[in-house]
């Protein structure tokens, strides 16, 4: 059947639906962006059978969805109206939640429902349930709805017929998301910024200027204290404020927009700050090996170790890996290897596992040029490292999303494990970018040459499933976003009791023996850099103006569009 997706943007749900929708065997065509022209000369250029919406900031044209069926998702249960749903449930402390299915009306979020999914909402983050849970649930209730269609049998219930109870939420307004820094208990501004993250984040005064706050998590270390509001600590880029009762972390920062400005974007909370943190404030590192995740204050980069099998957990927001995080990660991952295990774990208990260089940072650098390349040797390092371990089996363990050279981080590893949910985007080029992180050499060796070729040139979204198809993926981890580290570590404990351990571990040596020999690694890394140099370095490559855009969330002009488009 031929679908017409029409969203916003060609965010991580839409990229799911399309990708999992694919994998069905529908033609998909796709429209983003709020014009309304624009998904009119669409419905006319593809006459699709149905149209489906799986992010929508603006309604659909009346003229669209009174002539064509148009199923719309709503991240909320049946009777839930309102543009700030996600925001509702996790401000007001539910557990349990639910993604609706409707068809477009005029009324909005009032439409006849054509499919319902509950799923439960843990303590996380707005954007981490996003792409998780409410993920999960949305696309299976988008593919019961089009299955549904499809029959030409099933009618869609009104809503009254359900007994649903309509309730409005108005747009979530940052005078609701105020934190009163004196009265609020940890628990409430833990909330409060869970349910802005990633946008619109919580706006604050701090050290003389106005921020967007951006994440948000718990500090259980006694010493971390101070009058609230204050900030009395910094780790890994983050700051640690002071609660009436405790005190919470909290990774990044936005200056608010001033007005004319430039738009602004979110960095580590440290670097936004700049020369305005005080100087007495004490960097207080966490140990990289603190027994259970979470037991003694939050960190990023965690080692943990069950036996014969160690685990480097890490979680970065937005998934994107600066110079200084790639270095943090490949220093833990050196410390595991120092570490007497016969499987080492690399991955994220949730949420993204890697989207590459940090794209915020090198914008906001002095010189993102020298920034890049900067980065993009820091991945390599750390990509070099897992290539070149041959004492014991490395898997890449990805609880969530993957893209350009996260994908081929994992890719080093001897085994991917993917959660079931997860969506992969094993390309560079809507970056304007050839890519490193030895992916010329990965990636062919585990898809072919050909299909490799195909995934960079077409840069869509692959489906867990369809990774695993072509090869990209060993093992899908089939259960929630909450569970998937303790399967992971399930299945990481019988892969080191494997009696085909010591065997596949021989293998992997004389493997890598055999391709070094044939062409070592570091002439695959030279070959990519040197593409890389050009485009990092060069006064008309696209990929600054397509960074630019990217970050700052602003539309390419002119010139950029054609150079871009060229790239």
Not at 439 to 453: K, N
Not at 485 to 504: V, Y
């Amino acid at each position: 059947m031929r679908i017409l997706l029409v969203a916003s943007a060609f965010n991580s749900l839409t990229q799911r639906v399309y990708a999992e929708l694919s994998d069905l065997g529908h033609r998909l065509d796709t429209v983003c962006g709020g014009d309304d022209d624009a998904v009119r000369e669409a419905v006319s250029r593809h006459d699709p059978a149905l149209i489906v919406a799986p992010m929508l900031k603006t309604a659909l044209p009346e003229d669209v969805f009174s002539r064509h069926v148009c199923l719309v998702v709503h991240p909320g249960p049946p009777g839930d109206r309102g543009p700030s749903a996600l925001d509702w449930a996790i401000a007001t402390g539910a557990r349990h939640w639910a993604v609706t299915v409707l068809q477009a009306d005029a009324e909005m979020d009032a439409g006849d429902i054509w499919a319902t999914v509950p799923f439960a909402l843990p303590e996380a983050g707005k954007s981490d349930l996003y792409r998780n849970e409410m993920s999960d649930a949305a696309a299976t209730a988008v593919k019961l709805a089009v299955a549904r269609f499809a029959s030409g049998a099933y009618k869609p219930r009104r809503q009254e017929e359900l007994g649903a109870e309509v309730v409005w939420r108005p747009y979530f307004r940052q005078e609701r998301r105020r934190i009163d820094w004196a009265a609020d208990s940890t628990g409430t501004v833990l909330r409060k910024l869970r349910a802005a993250d990633s946008q619109p984040g919580v706006l604050d005064e701090l050290l003389g200027a106005e921020w967007f706050l951006h994440g948000g998590h718990p500090e259980s270390a006694l010493p971390l204290r101070g009058a609230p509001g204050e900030i009395v600590a910094t780790r890994a880029a983050a700051v640690c404020r002071a609660t009436r009762d405790g005190a919470v972390w909290i990774p990044q920062l936005r200056p608010r927009r001033t007005p004319g400005g430039p738009a602004t974007f979110r960095m580590p909370a440290v670097d936004a700050l700049g020369p305005r943190l005080p100087e007495s404030v004490p960097e207080v590192p966490a140990r990289l090996e603190q027994g259970r995740w979470g037991s003694r204050g939050w960190t990023d980069i965690r080692y943990e170790q069950r036996g014969p099998v160690g685990f480097i957990w890490f979680s970065f927001p937005g998934g994107a890996m600066s110079t200084d995080q790639c270095r943090r990660l490949l220093a833990a991952y050196r410390h595991a290897l120092s570490r007497p295990t016969s499987v080492l774990v690399l991955g994220s208990r949730r949420d993204f596992f890697s989207n590459g260089i940090h794209l915020g940072v090198i914008e906001a650098a002095a010189d993102p040029g020298g920034e890049s390349w900067a980065n993009i040797n820091a991945m390599d390092d750390l990509v070099e490292a897992v290539l070149l371990t041959t004492d014991r089996l490395v898997v890449a363990a990805l609880g969530g999303n993957a893209a350009a050279g996260g994908v081929m981080l994992a890719l080093a590893a001897d085994e991917v494990w993917c959660r079931e949910g997860a969506v992969l985007n094993p390309h560079y080029r809507l970056m304007g970018l050839y890519g490193s992180e030895y992916w010329t050499y990965t990636l062919p060796r585990r898809v072919g040459a050909v299909a490799a070729e195909r995934m960079t040139r077409e840069a869509l979204p692959v489906s867990a499933a369809s990774a695993a198809d072509a090869g990209l993926v060993d093992r899908l981890v089939a259960t929630s976003p909450a569970d998937f580290a303790g399967e992971t570590s399930r299945m990481a404990a019988e892969l080191a009791r494997s009696r085909a351990w010591a065997e596949r571990v021989a293998g992997k040596a004389a493997a890598r023996a055999r391709d070094e020999a044939e062409k070592p690694l570091a002439q695959y890394r030279e070959e990519e850099l040197a593409v890389m140099r050009g485009q990092f370095f060069g006064a008309h490559e696209p990929y600054h103006a397509l960074r630019r855009a990217f970050v700052r969330k602003e539309a390419l002009r002119g010139a950029e569009v054609a150079g871009a488009a060229g790239g």
